[in-house]
């Protein structure tokens, strides 16, 4: 089973930074990729970011050139950085991870997700 607990979020003015992290902790046999999601009030959960562990990036188009995904593979650990931030950035944010474990003879692919983190833009 993974853990993942995420910290930051906040509360910032329009135009202000912010930033998350997730750990993961736990077995898991393989980590394909590790990222960030949001979901504001009313609207579907949506990818903001995500990161493999060949630090191949995907980002949301209403996000780039603003926030920047990074990890630490040995820590098992994604950062957001978020930068220029705008109030239709305000949702709660989730840590997601993608990876595989074998279970003879298959991989088997897993996804977990954390609790959850708050970030509230005022404009």
């Known amino acids: 089973q993974v853990r993942l607990v995420e910290s930051g979020g906040g509360s910032v003015q329009a135009g202000g930074s912010l930033s998350l992290s997730c750990a993961a902790s736990g077995s898991i046999s393989k980590i394909d990729s590790m990222g960030w999601y949001r979901e504001a009030p009313g609207k579907q959960r949506e990818l903001v970011a995500s990161?493999?562990?060949?630090?191949?990036?995907n980002y949301a188009d209403s996000v780039k050139g603003r926030f920047t995904i990074s990890r630490d593979n040995a820590k098992n650990t994604v950062y957001l950085q978020m930068n220029s931030l705008k109030p239709e950035d305000g949702a709660v944010y989730y840590c997601?991870?993608?990876?595989?474990?074998?279970?003879?003879?298959?991989?088997?692919?897993?996804?977990?997700w954390g609790q959850g983190t708050q970030v509230t833009v005022s404009s």
């Open positions: 997601n991870l993608d990876g595989r474990e074998y279970r003879f003879p298959s991989w088997i692919k897993r996804s977990y």
């Open positions: 990161i493999t562990t060949d630090s191949t990036t």
